[in-house]
């Protein structure tokens, strides 16, 4: 993930609004190195108030403990955190939910389509 001048690609590969759904799209390691991008985005995200925000992790292929920290804290700002999904997530990442025990917190689901319909 790292280029030869030692930059880092950001975490954030998009964010999409639709229909006062807000889908941010993330991609790569997110770890302790670029927890504060994933967390400025996933805040000023919140800030809009949506209805629903969700988080494509289906291009992410490493979590760490301050990442997963970051997903708990945005779904805190959310009024209502049922309107906070989680969707796509890959084998490693789904492990390290289910072994942090957030897969129980977290509204899951296996595609961005389904976690937008989730509770319509």
Do not use: K, Q, W
């Not at 920290?69 to 209502?80: F, N, P, T, Y």
């Not at 977290?106 to 976690?115: E, M, N, R, Y």
Request: aromatic residues 4%; contains cysteine.
């Amino acid at each position: 993930m790292t280029d030869v001048g030692g930059n880092r690609e950001s975490p954030v590969a998009g964010v999409d609004r639709r229909d006062g759904a807000v889908v941010v799209s993330l991609t790569g390691e997110l770890d302790l190195y670029n927890a504060e991008d994933v967390r400025a985005a996933l805040l000023e995200c919140c800030a809009e108030e949506p209805a629903v925000l969700v988080v494509d992790l289906g291009e992410v292929t490493f979590i760490d403990s301050t990442a997963l920290g970051v997903l708990i804290e945005a779904r805190s700002r959310m009024a209502d955190r049922a309107g906070f999904r989680l969707a796509a997530p890959g084998l490693e990442t789904r492990r390290a939910l289910e072994i942090s025990g957030l897969d129980r917190h977290f509204s899951v689901h296996d595609t961005v389509d389904a976690a937008l319909e989730a509770g319509n």
